[in-house]
Each structure stands twice: as structure tokens, then as C-alpha cells.
């Protein structure tokens, strides 16, 4: 099994939509978890952390699923400027130092 | 914007030949990682470091090495390069083992013909 696991998409949706998509993982040592955000041909940048209790950011709810090993982000009322690749990042079995990336998933918010 | 930056920005080279690169850091982070991004794949860590001369192996570290003799440079070696290496290379910070926001170079696009 893959560390990190997401389906990569495309989601393609209207705008104005919700999305949501997960996030799967392995290790179940881990504590910290994040959502980056991809736009095509640029670094990634942090969109959020996840926390044990969840976390809300304007239009964005990232949530951890310890149970399942599994985290997920929700997009409310989704705009064109959200299509983007969305990872999900959880750090390494053995250290956390070691930071393992998903594949990615592919958010194409459509008119 | 995080002091981070590779070079060089874009090569061009040929199988066999021995290729590196460059991740230089103004922010005096501790951690240090190289990954490379290919379509399908995401981001897959190469190698990464924990401090000077401290450095491990992530996920696809054949073929590759690094050396980080000082806290701000990080260089990923490609001793003789291959065509299965053609990537992007990304390279990135971060300040502490609990910190966990990793801060971007903007990459290197390398080409291995």
C-alpha cells in the first residue's frame, strides 16, 4: 500500500459548486497532516493543516478521520480560481522528518 | 516569500553525463528536501536533510545523491544522468521537525536527452 494515496481526478465542477475529495494514509503514527495547493507549473504552497479537531478557512474544511486513516478538504461555494491540483502531505512512517506527498488531485472548476 | 532558491532554473543535457543542482536557503531552516514531480506521479522525495551532513533517503533515491556541507545549500547530484530522470526537481525548507510548512524553490526543469 501507498503512504499516501488520493484520487487524482479530475473533478470537474461548476462554478459555485461543493467538492470534497480524501486523502488516505498509512502510517498511523502520524499526528500532523496538510493540504498544498499546485496551480500548473508553479511550487506548491500550504493551503492548510489538518488538525485532530478539524480546520476552517473561509470556504475551506479540512478534516482527519484517525479512525480510517484518512483526511479530507471541502470546497464550499467554488470559484474559478480554485482549479488548481490539490496534495495531500503526511509525514513519513520511521520520521517525521521524512514528508511524503500524495499524487495530487485535479480540481477543474468549469462557468 | 521564503528565501529559497535552485539553480540552475532549467537544463538541457545527455545520458552519461553527471548533472547538479543547487537549492540555496536564506532562512537558515534546518530541514532540507529534494523531490521531483513527473506527470502521474505528484511529488516523490529523493533524498532529504536533518542538519549539516545529515541527509537520508526518501522514496526514489537511486541514482541520486546529495551533500549539504553548510546549513543553507543543499545539492542533488545526478552522477551520470539517465533519461528516466528528465523531471522537474523541486526543492524545499523547513524550519523544524514540528513546524510543518515546507516553503518551495521554483523548481528546475531538467531534460536528459
Known amino acids: 500500500r501507498k503512504e499516501v494515496e488520493q484520487d487524482p481526478g479530475p473533478f470537474n465542477v461548476p462554478e459555485g459548486a461543493t467538492v470534497a475529495f480524501n486523502c488516505t494514509y498509512s502510517?498511523?503514527?502520524?499526528?500532523?497532516f496538510f493540504w498544498y495547493r499546485q496551480d500548473c507549473r508553479k511550487e506548491p504552497k500550504l493551503l492548510m493543516s489538518?488538525?485532530?479537531s478539524g480546520n476552517e478557512d473561509g470556504r475551506f474544511t479540512a478534516q482527519l478521520n484517525r479512525a480510517s486513516q484518512y483526511i479530507s478538504l471541502l470546497i464550499r461555494d467554488s470559484k474559478l480560481s480554485d482549479s488548481a491540483t490539490y496534495l495531500c502531505?503526511?509525514?513519513?512512517?520511521?520520521?517525521?522528518?521524512?514528508?511524503?506527498f500524495g499524487s495530487g488531485t485535479r480540481l477543474s472548476i468549469r462557468p | 516569500d521564503a528565501g529559497i532558491t535552485q539553480s540552475p532554473r532549467h537544463k538541457v543535457t545527455e545520458t552519461g553525463t553527471p548533472v547538479t543542482l543547487r537549492c540555496h536557503q536564506t532562512?537558515?531552516?534546518?530541514?532540507m528536501y529534494w523531490y521531483r514531480q513527473d506527470p502521474g506521479h505528484g511529488l516523490r522525495l529523493i533524498h532529504y536533510?536533518?542538519?549539516?551532513?545529515?541527509?537520508d533517503k526518501g522514496e526514489v533515491s537511486d541514482g541520486y545523491s546529495v551533500s549539504r556541507s553548510k546549513t543553507e545549500d543543499f545539492l542533488l547530484t545526478l552522477e551520470s544522468a539517465t533519461s528516466s530522470q528528465t523531471s522537474v526537481y523541486f526543492c524545499?525548507?523547513?524550519?523544524?521537525?514540528?513546524?510543518?510548512?515546507?516553503?518551495f524553490g521554483e523548481g528546475s526543469r531538467l531534460t536528459v536527452l
Open positions: 524545499a525548507i523547513r524550519e523544524d521537525r514540528d513546524a510543518g510548512e515546507l516553503f
Open positions: 502510517n498511523s503514527a502520524s499526528q500532523s
Open positions: 489538518v488538525y485532530s
Open positions: 502531505v503526511v509525514p513519513g512512517p520511521g520520521s517525521a522528518s521524512k514528508i511524503i
Open positions: 532562512e537558515n531552516h534546518r530541514y
Open positions: 536533510s536533518y542538519g549539516v551532513k545529515d541527509t
